[in-house]
């Protein structure tokens, strides 16, 4: 069992937190009890996904919270303030859902990996965070919900990342009942990848972590691309896109590196080249 990582602090003010090891950045909700993803929250996780993709020595990203709630979603507080705007909080509301939804394809545009570290309630948008990232791992205490069909507004963009995740089926339970799902009912699901207890979810987070950025840099950030531009092809379309990636990909100096190892039986350098 691989010990939590230990991290050297880069912390930033509120509402987030950043903290990097080798290879790895680590950030962390930090507005509890709700971590609600407000304008504030979400421009500041946009700008340490940025510093993140800029950063050459990092390889994986983990996205986790403080408290018991990964995140409940929207503020409804900070939107309800704008109903009071001429023209009925329209013009915020729109913000508000671009901005989301640009957070959401930066996640899955980054050139790194993203694992959501689930130890709380993630509901509505903030189920929507966890669907986006490429791996989730989960607490046993974990639990996910898409509850605005009881509120009267309809988890549209929380949606579009569950039905990208969850069998049809599967997502309109969850979009149409607003009822909440323990973390192995999400595994089943398919929202999450592994359930764990809570004591051993860091450790279990930062192995998936260290294991992933031991690997070439370019050829993680290859097949990232690859699968959510071939997911979005017709059959035929995606084969001889894949083809042209693979083809790319052999002749990159990290693919001639790493099939001479494997074949001399040593272990590979990477050059992310």
Known sequence: MAEILPMNSDTAPHPIEVQTAPGITRIALSSPPANALSIAVMDALMAALDAAEKDEDCRVVVLAAN???????????????HRTDEDRGRAFFEKTMRQCSALMQAIVRHRCPVIAEVNGVATAAGCQLVASCDLAIASEEAMFQTPGVNIGLFCSTPMVALSRNLSPK???????TGEGIDARTARE???????????????IVGKYATTIASKSALTVKTGKQAF?????????????????????NMLARDAEEGIGAFLEKRKPEWTGR
């Open 170 to 176: 599967h997502a309109m339970e969850m979009l149409l």
């Open 228 to 248: 959510y531009a071939q997911a979005e092809m017709g059959l035929s379309e995606a084969y001889d896109y894949a083809a042209n990636v693979m083809v790319e």
């Open 189 to 203: 699901f398919g929202l999450v990848n592994r359930v764990v207890p809570p004591e051993y979810l860091g450790a």
């Open 67 to 81: 408290g018991k709630v990964f995140s409940a979603g929207h503020d409804l507080k900070e939107l309800t303030a």
